[in-house]
C-alpha cells in the first residue's frame, strides 16, 4: 500500500499504528482489532471497557503506592494511575520500542520521579522483582494476540512473587483464546485459586483478578461500598461489578498441570 494518507502506509506487518477513527485516536497492530483508545479532549479518560474494568483492581487495593505494569499501548492505563493516584509510583515494562516512540501522540507524561517506562521484555522484568508491587497490570499483545511468555506458568508464579503481600495482579484476556481457560488454570495454581474472572460487557475480554494475601476477603456489600466511594472519588462507576467480581471466584476452570519446579517451564507452555 503506497498511499502516504494511509494510515497503514509504510507499516510493517505487526507494526503498531496510530489511526483518527471519528474523533477517537486508536492504536492498532492490524485492521481488526483496536488495542488503545483515546478521546483527545479527554486524554485520561478511559475510553475502552476492559480498561475501565481493569481499575477494578483498586476495589480491593484502594490506595496502591507501587503499580507494576506489563504492556503500554496506548497509556490509558498509565495515564489514569498517574493522574488519579498522585501517590503511587509507576513501572512500565513495553517489549516494542515502536510502541514506546508513540506515548507523544497519546499524551503519556515523561518518565519522572512518578514515572518510568523500560523497554524490555514483561517476563524477564517481573521475574527480577521480589514483593515490590500493591498493584499489578498486565495487558501484553501483539498482532498474534497475547504473548506466550506472559501466558506460562512461571510468569504467573514471578508475578505471585513480585505482589507485596497483600497486593493484586488484574490481567487482561481474550476470552475466545483457545487456551484461555488453561492460562487460567495456571493463575489458579499461582495464587493459590484466590483468583475471580469477569467479563466485560461485550463479553470480547475477560479481566482476571488474583490476589495474593487477604485483598480477597471482602462481601459483596464491602465491595459495592468500596466502589461508591471510588466513585466518588474518581468519578469511575464500578457499583455493577461488586456482584461479578464475588461470582467470579466461583467459576470453575480446569487448573492446568503445574511444573515440578516452581520455575522450571512446562512443557505445554
Known amino acids: 500500500m503506497n498511499d502516504r494518507r494511509s494510515p497503514w502506509a509504510g507499516s510493517a506487518p505487526g507494526a503498531p499504528f496510530v489511526q483518527d477513527d471519528e474523533g477517537m485516536l486508536t492504536l492498532h497492530f492490524d485492521r481488526a482489532a483496536v488495542q488503545s483508545s483515546m478521546d483527545p479532549a479527554r486524554p485520561v479518560d478511559l475510553v475502552l471497557d476492559y480498561s475501565r474494568l481493569m481499575m477494578a483492581a483498586l476495589l480491593f487495593v484502594p490506595a496502591p503506592s507501587r503499580i507494576g505494569m506489563i504492556g503500554l499501548g496506548g497509556g490509558s492505563l498509565v495515564k489514569y494511575c498517574h493522574h488519579h ?45 521480589d514483593e515490590t508491587f500493591d498493584l499489578l497490570l498486565v495487558d501484553g499483545f501483539d498482532i498474534g494476540g497475547q504473548a506466550g511468555a506472559l501466558c506460562a ?25 483457545a487456551l484461555h481457560g488453561a492460562y487460567i488454570g495456571r493463575v489458579r495454581a499461582s495464587f493459590a485459586n484466590s483468583v475471580s474472572v469477569v467479563a466485560t460487557e461485550d463479553g470480547v475480554n475477560e479481566i482476571v483478578f488474583a490476589a495474593r494475601g487477604d485483598a480477597f476477603r471482602l462481601s459483596e456489600k464491602q465491595l459495592f461500598q468500596r466502589a461508591a466511594a471510588l466513585h466518588e472519588r474518581l468519578g469511575l462507576d464500578l457499583r455493577a461489578q461488586a456482584h461479578p467480581l464475588v461470582e467470579g471466584r466461583r467459576r470453575d476452570f480446569a487448573p492446568a498441570r503445574r511444573a515440578a519446579v516452581r520455575h522450571g517451564l512446562d512443557p505445554d507452555d
Do not use: K
Not at 509507576?90 to 518518565?111: C, K, N, T, Y
Not at 517506562?117 to 514483561?122: P, R, S
Not at 503481600?165 to 475466545?176: F, V
Open 85 to 129: 493516584l498522585p501517590d503511587a509510583r509507576i513501572e512500565v515494562a513495553e517489549i516494542s520500542a515502536e510502541v514506546i516512540a508513540l506515548r507523544g501522540r497519546f499524551r503519556i507524561p515523561p518518565d519522572d520521579e512518578r514515572l518510568r517506562i523500560d523497554c524490555v521484555d514483561g517476563a524477564d522484568w517481573i521475574a527480577r522483582h
Open 153 to 177: 506458568q512461571r510468569f504467573y508464579d514471578d508475578c505471585h512473587a513480585a505482589l507485596t503481600r497483600n497486593g493484586l495482579l488484574a490481567i487482561n484476556m481474550h476470552a475466545d483464546d
